[in-house]
């Protein structure tokens, strides 16, 4: 069996991580610019007031700005016919408050979808991934704040408004669960909470981030409502979970309660608003254990039900274990924490690898939400890539990353068959991007390498990897199957 017919091949971008040009003509600055780097082991660091010492990787990043046609060409011929990226809220409105986009950032996504067309790609578009105008966490505190529903609304009715013919898939937060309290997210946390200092002191408040997540709840259904009223024919409009896969580490009765309280927390609590326009019905209990009171306000409720996502996607990088027993060994993930599995070898950055849970997940997913389309919108391998130069090519040698997709596209081919409605899968950081967790350069994850390195030197230029021609291969076999 093979993957249905005009299955979405490509990958996934953010432009705090990708785009750079982040002061060029008239761009606000985001959340993103406000961070230093880091690595696995020192957490990054959120200043207010920047250092003209320090270094603060989404400045530049992988300058997406000023490459996107040699990009979006490099992308085509890998025989890509989608591209997941995100608009940079504050390249539109700098500060979140203008009533008006900036015209130049209006005519630089004007350009980028017109050059995806032009070589038939499709993008799909977040709205938000992990940035916020700074303005608005200074001023608000982010999240914590109801006010940015409707400023959240302003920007996103402008885009739909204006690209609706030219995008028709949307996403409205990415990895929106990782706003849980209970969730490692330091982006989050910085979102609801006007703070300065290193990520792994951030102070997180169960109260504000159960509320925070209320609010972006309550503005993505604003976005959905708006788009299925105005431009149902033209759009399909979709959630954002990081999905974080665990098992229970035994089988003692405790552990898999345990694990199915994991679940709730980090994975279907946000999802269930998002595809069932409600709360779970375990969140009441959840709210009280937690001592939360949710800002419910009239119109809320109505405001959830009537913005109800038409595809759901999610982010699979890795597994996790959890135990009630003080034996198991905690080991990172993404945007979590969670146990080792003994079955399971890890990223050089601690993420299990599980292409298995990725086909558990998946059906898991079509389980819940009656087979609802699906796009795994990120799944990656992160290493350290070294470049060689053989009869004066640079050639990058990366089996590992290779073996990682051709592994996971395997048992997304048994969801498939198992019947799972699963309509695209776009690879994380299918070109070198800024790595969110740790804000370095060399976690790599690309097809495609660009010289660009922690210190901030680089000339930008580009190389393909062995795995790009291993990821046309496979879309080209998958195409003619
Ligand atoms: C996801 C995010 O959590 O994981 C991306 O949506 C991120 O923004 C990706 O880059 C990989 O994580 P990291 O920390 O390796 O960049």
Not at 90 to 114: C, I, Q, S
């Amino acid at each position: 069996m093979a993957f249905p017919k005009g299955f979405l091949w490509g990958g996934a971008t953010a432009a705090n991580q990708y785009e750079g040009a982040w002061d060029v003509d008239g761009k606000g600055d985001s959340l993103c610019d406000h961070m230093r780097g880091g690595d696995v082991n020192t957490p990054r660091q959120i200043d207010e007031t920047f250092d003209p010492e320090a270094l603060y990787p989404s400045w530049e990043a992988t300058d997406f700005y000023h490459h996107y046609e040699e990009d979006i060409a490099l992308f085509a011929e890998m025989g890509w016919n989608v591209f997941r990226m995100s608009i940079n809220w504050t390249r539109l409105f700098p500060t979140g408050e203008e009533a008006e986009p900036l015209a130049a950032g209006v005519e630089f996504y004007d350009k980028v979808f017109d050059c995806c067309r032009a070589h038939d790609i499709e993008p799909l578009v977040t709205l938000s991934h992990y940035e916020m105008p700074y303005a608005l966490v200074d001023k608000y505190n982010g999240w914590a704040s109801r006010a940015c529903i409707d400023l959240f609304f302003t920007y996103a009715k402008f885009c739909l408004d204006r690209w609706h013919g030219k995008v028709k898939y949307w996403l409205t937060f990415n990895e929106v669960n990782t706003g849980m309290p209970f969730m490692n997210n330091v982006l989050s946390t910085s979102m609801v909470q006007h703070y300065t200092g290193t990520t792994a002191n951030a102070p997180k408040d169960a109260g504000r981030c159960f509320n925070a997540l209320h609010y972006q709840f309550l503005a993505g259904a604003k976005a959905v409502a708006y788009a299925h009223e105005h431009y149902a024919d033209d759009v399909m409009m979709g959630n954002m979970t990081a999905f974080v896969t665990t098992y229970p580490l035994t089988c003692d009765p405790a552990d898999l309660l345990a694990n199915q309280a994991r679940m709730r927390e980090c994975n279907w609590y946000a999802s269930d608003v998002q595809v069932r326009g409600a709360y779970p019905y375990y969140a009441e209990r959840m709210w009280a254990e937690e001592g939360v009171e949710i800002d419910w306000q009239d119109g809320d409720r109505e405001l959830l039900a009537a913005g109800c996502v038409d595809f759901f996607t999610f982010s699979y990088y890795m597994s996790n274990t959890v135990t009630t027993h003080d034996d198991g060994e905690e080991i990172a993930g993404n945007m979590s924490l969670g146990g080792k599995n003994p079955y399971l070898k890890a990223s050089d950055w601690g993420w299990q690898i599980d292409p298995q849970g990725l086909r558990w997940t998946l059906n898991e997913i079509a389980d819940r939400y009656n087979n609802i389309p699906m796009m795994v919108v990120e799944n990656g391998f992160g290493a350290f890539d070294e470049v060689v130069v053989e009869d004066g090519v640079e050639r990058i040698h990366d089996s590992y990353r290779s073996d990682y997709l051709k592994a996971h596209v395997a048992d997304m081919q048994e969801a498939v068959n198992d019947g799972v409605n699963l309509i695209g899968y776009t690879w994380w950081g299918p070109i070198d991007v800024v790595s969110a967790g740790t804000g370095e350069m060399r976690k790599r994850y690309g097809f495609i390498y660009v010289d660009k390195h922690d210190d901030g030197t680089g000339d930008l230029h580009r190389a393909r990897k062995d795995s790009f021609f291993e990821y046309q291969r496979l879309i080209k076999e998958s195409r003619d199957a």
